[in-house]
């Protein structure tokens, strides 16, 4: 791949444009605002012929306001990118996303269309196919990220403790498009929120997924059946707690967070303990990795 680098006397800015030596000027399209005078700058072609340039920044320590805002929850799901405690900072899946997910689906099939059986040399319509996939991909991906740079930035901005869904996507072979569109979007959120958020000094804490759908953010309890796919609303029997579903979820992810006094390690077993008000004598003698119940971790997560 062609790559180039200059440093600051061989390049400069203005008006959004790149002036490179030999009187070259290149419009830039900004992925985000530079925090301050680059000193240099590497200029280079992707796989897909696309031209980018990577500024090299001194970054002061990023100035997060005082939060002002304690703690909140994080949900992650297909419909709704990211449920949270405070609905004002929940993130619907965008429409985009889909509209993206939609021709990406559309440029596979082509090529699936196209493709010559093994031993034969792929046709041009294949590799033009092949390519186009490939942009589809790269435009989500960019999209991915930008939207969750400004969301988490505002999560970030407002509050001290985030307690994240610690859901891991599995990209699945066999799983729908809209739904790898999905865990995407969720992949490029949990990055962002968890980096930004230890860089700007909060306390970040993860919370594995297991049970956080079953357990009644009233009281703790945690419901003998997992709850089927079509079930919007959680009712918690034994106290009468109505919530949607992935607020309740949100809101359970928080409490156990909040419960979670020790070391930052290890909050596998939280959600069992925090029922019994979090004593540290009850987590310590948890049974092991398979957790109470006997379920393993992650095997009510068919509701995405
Ligand atoms: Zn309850």
Known sequence: MPSLEYTRNGFALADGRLRLPGRVFVPVVWSRDLPSRPTSVRVYRDSLGHWDASFVVRRERADTPEADLP???????????????????????????????????????????????????????????????????????????HDARIWAKNLIDHHALIAVEDFK?????????????????????????????????????????????MTCSGCG????????????????????????????????????????????DDVRHQIASFRDGGSDAVRAGNPGPTGPGGKSPGSIRGDR
């Open 71 to 145: 703690g909140i929850g994080v949900d992650w799901g297909v419909k709704t990118t990211a449920t949270t405690t405070d609905p004002a900072f929940d993130l619907p899946h965008l429409g985009h996303r889909r509209r993206c997910a939609a021709e990406l689906a559309r440029a596979q099939r082509k090529m699936a269309r196209r493709r010559r059986p093994k031993g034969q040399p792929q046709s041009n319509g294949y590799q033009q196919a092949k390519r186009q996939a490939a942009r589809v991909a790269k435009k989500a991906a960019r999209q991915n990220t």
């Open 221 to 264: 309890e945690r419901a003998n059946l997992r709850l089927g796919l079509g079930v919007r609303t959680f009712e918690c029997t034994a106290c009468g707690y109505t919530a949607c579903r992935d607020l309740n979820a949100a809101r359970t992810i928080l409490a156990t967070a909040e419960r979670r006094r020790a070391g930052a």
């Open 169 to 213: 996507p599995k990209f699945l072979a066999r799983s729908r498009m809209a739904r790898k569109a999905a865990d995407a979007a969720i992949g490029a959120c949990k990055r962002e929120l968890i980096e930004r958020g230890k860089r700007a000094g909060r306390k970040v804490v993860p919370v594995p997924p297991a049970y956080t759908t």
